[in-house]
């Protein structure tokens, strides 16, 4: 198979920056691939095109696509194109719908196998991929959030316990480590973590969890930041672990258990055995599901067994929890989704994963717009620790980028300020997208709406309301999933992506797009009842006609 790799530097395929831009964001996710030859980015099996002819032929339209033209794609295949304005999306996609009563993993396998269908995870789908750094900043907010809510300061001195170090889940170690933590992170293929290490985003590897405790407890006694990749089973090494009667001081877990059948590793399949798990999911799918569950109900049981023992254990958006229950373990919700323990006060003011990339491929242009966001919002601490951090820890990946966490009013400043300095040729042109977990484009009850104040967690109509409003409100890019995180049937959520290329008309687009995005979440937050979004809402130019 080919390697993809973004086109650099200033020449243009397409007939503007727009559509150069988000082909060269297609490019990067295939770039940034965890399994590029089955055009597989991240998450399990979320992909960027539902084959190799449907990908060359997103190129092709992508390459002849006119300025007032939209390119559809149903589930990773182009299938039209029509005129639509020049202030109008260039791009729509939509993957994995199913009408709810089919919405699950059999209907979709069915149609997958037919090839009818595709998932796109959450960024895979939409091409914001942007490699793990694109959840180190997320991971790094969590686990910082964390530590000031049951340590009253950083992870300095703590062990956490986790699994999977695959595209998200690889920025665990690093993002640990960055909170003054020790990380011992349980992946059983050797590959993952080697390329977890390569990356630097992991310090070492051993073969042995007893060993990974001892070099952790060393670190503890030392104070000392750390990350361990142990080759193992999480399925194996929790349950051990917890009979041995060791207590770490955070647990959580990021194996891809929202998928049983193309995620999930069963018990006593790690290191050299893994590929034989592989060959068992192509022949004998039902043994292997059998299998998954069951050992994912022992993962979960040995994770609220830590958490009786005095641990602090949070699920991290996988759904483990909703696996185990399945599975017929009970106890499985006893400990809560990282969103409601940890980021919910920062989404219900708008505050979210914003990420910008580089599409010439200069490193400079981060750099340079680093030190922008700084300027303009130099009272915002956990920012400056960010970006300081980010700099000195985070290799590129793919084309160069940056992610952090801004809030409603922050992202149009900072989004106009990136488009000036396009448009005066201090930088080149720049991609802004999002992840779609973010204030008010994702309905997912158990992960980013869990325990709404007003139990509206499993209400769809804002994702796909905040979809609208992005291709309303001019968007490059606009996407509509299902599915992402959790699996199929367990979440709706959308993405975008504008494209800087300096002019006047994008700080047309990114005015409009940059208030209505994170501007409905704070409604939808206010809705619930949240007072902080209240608050904001008085205090800001949001309409709400029915906000007493
Ligand atoms: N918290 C978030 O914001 C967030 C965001 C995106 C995805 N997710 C979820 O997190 C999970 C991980 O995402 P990813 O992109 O890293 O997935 P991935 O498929 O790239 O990686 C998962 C890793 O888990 C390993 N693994 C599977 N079963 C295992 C087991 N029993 N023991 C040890 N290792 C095992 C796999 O080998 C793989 O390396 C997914 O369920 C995804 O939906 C969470």
Redesign the pocket.
Known sequence: MPKIKAARGYELRCKSWRQEGILRMLENNLENA?KPDELII???SGKAARDWECFYAIVDALKNLEDDETLIVQSGKPVAIFKTWKNAPRVLIANANLVPQWSNWEVFHELERKGLIMYG??TAGSWCYIGTQG?IQ?TYETFAACARKHFKSNLKGKIVLT????????AQPLAIKMNQGICIA????RK?IERRIKAGFCDMVVEDIDEAIEIAEQAKEEGEPKSIAVV????DTHPYLVEKGFKPDVVTD?????DELN???PAGY?GDNVEEAYELRRSDPKKYIELSMK?MKE?CKAMVKFQKRGSVVFD????LRGQAKKAGFEEAFSYPG?VIAYVRPMLAIGRGPFRWIALTGNPEDIIKTDKKVLELFPEDDVLRNWITLAEKYLPWEGLPARVCWLGYGEREKFALEINRMVREGEIGPISISRDH?DSGSVASPFRETEGMKDGSDAIADWPLLNALLNCAAGADLVAIHNGG??GIGLSTHAGMIVVCDGSKETDERIKRVFKADPGLGVIRHADAGYEEAIELIKKSDLKAPMLK
């Open positions: 965890e991240y998450g399990g995870q959450m959840i997320g699994g999977g170090l695959g595209g998200m889940g690889g349980v992946e059983c293929d993952r193992g089973n999480c399925a990021q194996t891809s258990a929202h995620g999930y590793v790690y050992s993962h991290y958006g996988n759904n990282f977990l995180g959790v």
